[in-house]
């Protein structure tokens, strides 16, 4: 089975379009989306549009949820540039519809008798503003995959993809955990300014072999940063951009 995951939009449009007409290509047996719709961008709408349109099944992330808070305080006369402007261009229906977003999706499958749980997040289980560095320390990450009963967690947030197996000798199994980060499609934080999506591959042998391919995808980098530069949006934001920052 192979599962795309996507992250981090980010109301990125030009970056969104190069990943879905490469996943025309690709043909996936599932796509979903771990959060972060919007914020930093002026497509908020078009990006929620085309996400439902596709029927991609999404979870909330930080940004998503920020809507409960931020809207009610924006200023809509005001001429400074802020980065809250990102959430007043989000019109009422996409609002509705992020602010019903999972926290959570949670996959079960049964591989020759053996079961296999997989569960994304943005963030992490523990909360959704966790950042999930790769450098973590190992006790850590085991301690939370046990205790959320993930064999393989997935997640965003960071916007630096990575994919880190860790063995443990915890009895006679001696179970194996995958941790893996999608990286962002709309606002790469590893100096790679082009969009990034995973593609996890689940191969039902004897024992499940798990397999990641981190797909980057060039797209209209300039044209989404040139949208921030005329926008009420900081001009930091485009310079961030176009670096991969």
């Not at 002026?42 to 909330?60: D, M, Y």
């Not at 499958?109 to 999930?132: C, D, K």
């Not at 790769?134 to 947030?157: R, T």
């Amino acid at each position: 089975m192979r599962i795309a995951l996507l992250s981090d939009i980010h109301a990125n449009l030009p970056a969104l379009e190069a990943v879905l007409d490469d996943l025309e290509k690709q043909q996936p047996d599932a796509v979903y989306c771990l959060g972060d719709l919007i914020g930093y961008q002026v497509w908020p709408n078009q990006v929620v549009e085309l996400v439902r349109k596709r029927g991609i099944p999404t979870i909330a992330g930080n940004h998503d949820i920020k809507l409960t808070t931020l809207r009610p305080k924006l200023d809509p006369c005001s001429q400074e540039p802020s980065k809250e402007y990102a959430y007043q261009l989000v019109g009422p229906k996409e609002r509705d519809y992020l602010l019903t977003l999972p926290r959570q999706i949670r996959l079960e499958f049964q591989i020759n008798n053996t079961p296999l749980t997989l569960l994304m997040v943005h963030g992490s289980p523990r909360s959704i503003n966790e950042y999930l560095l790769e450098d973590l320390p190992e006790a850590y990450m085991i301690e939370m995959a046990q205790e959320f009963k993930a064999d393989i967690l997935c997640f965003g947030h960071t916007h630096k993809p990575y994919h880190r197996v860790v063995h443990t000798t915890d009895g006679e199994l001696n179970p194996t955990y995958h941790f893996i980060n999608t990286g962002s499609v709309g606002k790469p934080k590893d100096g790679d300014p082009r969009a990034g999506y995973v593609m996890l591959t689940i191969d039902g042998q004897e024992r499940a072999t798990i397999s990641t391919e981190f797909i980057r995808l060039p797209y209209d980098v300039e044209k989404a940063a040139k949208a921030i530069e005329l926008s009420l949006l900081p001009n930091e934001l485009a310079g961030m951009l176009r670096e991969g920052k």
